[in-house]
């Protein structure tokens, strides 16, 4: 299927998904979620009271089994995830009435003794895996620091479960209690990267719930503090090739939308498209053609909602050129993309500068590049985005360490030295603002770090530890 044919029939499917069409399949989730969430710690309890081939058990299980089985039908795959005192199964809230809370808090209570945080299922069960499952929850927990993974080697045996870890989501209007790290963000948000990924390259569906809870603690980060936020390096080291440009991309993508200024629903959804725009990869899909196929498993997840639309579009759509007219996600992302490909070390391709290869993209705005999205962006990272390498006109060598600040201070970045007027290496850790000692210095010419063995990323850090 050609990418316009499968943009019209996502246009006639979106014509089709109806905003009842979406409140009865949010009901018939949460219906049969809560009923689901009822049966699993029944099945837990009674476990424990109870032998094997009970006769409660057993009906117990059957009709968990069944509910399982129109959770997976419906859906794909079914996520129950616990989140402090609520569980949502998918991206759905399942309420409880207020004598109904025990049961969800039993169940909540069993998850935590084993440091898991929910259960994905890929596929059904019957019901002797249901009977099993419930008595691994309900036996004794492994050590700490070890237990997700001591019941994850229990449910080895059981088709299509995952064990899910902990995870705090802020409801909608609480302000985080503490101030976000973006780079203590992006090591915990790694792992949600990586795990999504490994279930994809398995065939199984993405967990939108807790890729978003990232995307909210970026957003988070940068707005806390946007300066730190902008100075950690785009890509981290401990992570593969794939997580860290999906990292990058969700990041740079962020902050272009919160200068566009995006509404929080619209930021978090462009987060979550980011994050996933190169899913088909996780298939082993070439350049060409992991666009459709990222679009094709998207589509699994059953239902229509305003955020999966914005994802399939930008996954159909991020490659397209400005002529083209894509979507707003997928311009965004073709700058975002891009930016980080053109930055990052990549085989038989050395790394651009961030200037140098800014300059490169605004040579092709209009073009390949919407050009008011990529002004914007622009003036957001500065003539001099962070981590550019520059020599000044009185010979010492600095790196940018803040984005564009404001129209006046567009070309005059704050900058770490790591080289003096004399040649000496300098640790990075002197600041000097080059808009107030404009007068006096000035930018003269962007280096290659690479070409003159700079680590830029020491400035970088620098600025990370609060120094000087």
């Known amino acids: 299927m050609s990418v316009g044919a499968m943009q019209r029939s996502l246009q006639r499917a979106v014509a089709r998904a109806s905003l009842a069409d979406d409140r009865d399949l949010a009901g018939r989730i949460r219906d049969d979620g809560q009923r689901l969430v009822f049966l699993l710690n029944g099945l837990v309890r009674s476990s424990r009271l109870y032998q094997a081939g009970n006769a409660a058990v057993d009906a117990l299980a059957a009709e968990a089994a069944q509910m399982l089985g129109r959770l997976v039908g419906l859906l794909g795959a079914a996520h129950v995830v616990a989140v402090e005192d609520q569980i949502y199964v998918n991206e759905i809230r399942v309420r409880m009435k207020k004598l109904e809370q025990e049961l969800l808090d039993q169940l909540v209570a069993e998850l935590g003794r084993h440091e898991a945080g929910g259960l994905s299922f890929h596929a059904p069960l019957e019901p002797e895996d249901l009977k099993a499952l419930a008595r691994a929850l309900a036996g004794p927990a492994g050590e700490a620091g070890h237990g997700r993974s001591a019941l994850a080697a229990r449910l080895a045996g059981l088709p299509g479960v995952e064990v899910g870890g902990k995870y705090r989501f802020r409801l909608k209007g609480e302000k985080p209690s503490t101030r976000q790290d973006a780079a203590e963000v992006l090591r915990r948000g790694a792992s949600v990267v990586e795990d999504t990924l ?50 990058a991309v969700s990041r740079l993508a962020l902050r272009l939308g919160r200068a566009l200024e995006l509404p929080d629903a619209a930021l978090s959804d462009l987060g979550v498209a980011a994050m996933l725009h190169d899913v088909g990869y996780a298939r082993g899909s070439d350049r060409d053609a992991h666009a459709m196929a990222g679009a094709r498993m998207l589509l699994r997840q059953r239902g229509f909602h305003e955020g999966k639309i914005r994802r399939l579009q930008a996954t159909i759509e991020h490659h397209s050129s400005a002529d083209r007219s894509p979507c707003l996600f997928a311009r965004i992302l073709r700058i975002a993309d891009d930016y980080d490909v053109l930055t990052a070390s990549r085989p038989g391709a050395p790394p651009l500068p961030p200037a140098t290869a800014q300059a490169a993209m605004w040579a092709a705005r209009g073009t390949v590049y919407d050009p008011d999205l990529l002004a914007l962006f622009v003036q957001a990272m500065g003539l001099y985005p962070p981590g550019s390498l520059l020599e000044l006109s009185d010979g010492r060598w600095v790196v940018s360490v803040s984005g564009g600040r404001d129209a006046e201070r567009f070309a005059w970045p704050l900058a770490r030295v790591v080289r003096d007027k004399e040649g000496r290496v300098r640790d990075g850790a002197e600041e000097m603002d080059l808009f107030v000692l404009r007068e006096f210095v000035r930018p003269k010419r962007v280096l290659n770090p690479a070409s003159h063995g700079v680590d830029v990323g020491a400035a970088l850090e620098a600025v990370q530890r609060g120094t000087p």
């Open 198 to 247: 490994a279930r994809l390259a398995a065939g199984r569906l993405p967990h939108p719930l807790l890729v978003r809870r990232v995307v909210i603690d970026l957003v988070d980060a940068l707005d806390a503090d946007s300066r730190r936020a902008a100075t950690v390096a785009l890509r981290q080291g401990e992570t593969g090739p794939g997580t860290q440009h999906l990292l």
